[in-house]
């Protein structure tokens, strides 16, 4: 069974600062997935980055990256130079990536957080 | 491009009426799914498919069905409307590769009254 939780019901960042959303896991697959995705209040889920479980290096995608801490079991997101348009909610997913377990097409997401920035 | 095209967007159901949301996408993409959304819960998953003539059940498959005859198909049906299934639900869709993102439908707002 997967399962992802995510601490922070909400989270306030000065505009133009740093915020880091944390994201805990468990898992008993030796392969998986790790996904950020975005909801802002339009309500559209928005894919933002992926890590893989075996992937050597943290996973960057423009001004999000991802502190990806294996043996924590961890994955939490960094946005760099907070804009007002990160205002949303913020889903840590994961899902197995051994082709073939019957987990396979499963995504598990955690609560969210709800983020904030301020001018 | 169209990507996952969810239809209706809001419904109001009667307790006992039943219903399909219906789901399309046009990226040929195998994996597809179903999800509810509830305040403070996150997305659980419903059912989701690997392929044509293939589904299984998620974390909340009570009260809904799913079939899945074409690739780019996968509704689901709620054959009698409970007041618990009130929820906003997306589909999505994605490759069968390894570290493939699901591209979501634009969401359904479902009240069940």
């Known amino acids: 069974a997967q399962k992802i939780t995510q601490t922070q019901p909400g989270m306030f960042v000065q505009e133009k600062e740093a915020v880091t959303l944390d994201c805990t896991y468990d898992?008993?697959?030796?392969?998986?997935?790790l996904f950020w995705y975005k909801q802002p209040s339009s309500g559209e889920m928005i894919f933002l980055i992926y890590?893989?479980?075996?992937?050597?290096q943290n996973a960057t995608e423009g001004r999000y990256s991802l502190n990806f801490q294996k043996a924590r079991k961890s994955a939490n997101l960094v946005i760099s130079a907070s804009q007002l348009g990160d205002s949303a909610m913020y889903f840590c997913?994961?899902?197995?990536?051994?082709?073939?377990?019957?987990?396979?097409?499963?995504?598990?997401f955690g609560q969210g957080t709800i983020l904030t920035v301020h001018p | 491009n169209a990507g996952v095209t969810q239809t209706p967007k809001f419904q109001v159901l009667k307790t006992g009426q039943s219903m399909t949301l219906q789901c399309a996408q046009d990226?040929?993409?195998?994996?597809m799914s179903w999800y509810r959304q509830d305040p403070g819960m996150g997305l659980r998953l419903i059912h989701y498919?690997?392929?044509?003539?293939?589904?299984d059940q998620g974390e909340v498959p009570n009260g809904y069905n799913v079939s899945r005859s074409t690739t780019e198909d996968f509704p689901l049906r709620l054959l009698s409307a409970a007041p618990s299934q009130t929820s906003v639900y997306f589909c999505?869709?994605?490759?069968?590769?390894?570290?493939?993102?699901?591209?979501f439908g634009q969401g359904t707002r479902l009240t069940v009254v």
């Open positions: 999505a869709s994605r490759t069968r590769d390894r570290g493939s993102s699901a591209f």
């Open positions: 898992t008993s697959d030796p392969s998986y997935g």
């Open positions: 890590q893989g479980s075996y992937d050597q």
């Open positions: 997913a994961m899902r197995p990536t051994n082709a073939g377990g019957t987990s396979y097409g499963k995504l598990t």
């Open positions: 990226m040929n993409h195998e994996y």
């Open positions: 498919s690997v392929g044509a003539g293939i589904t």
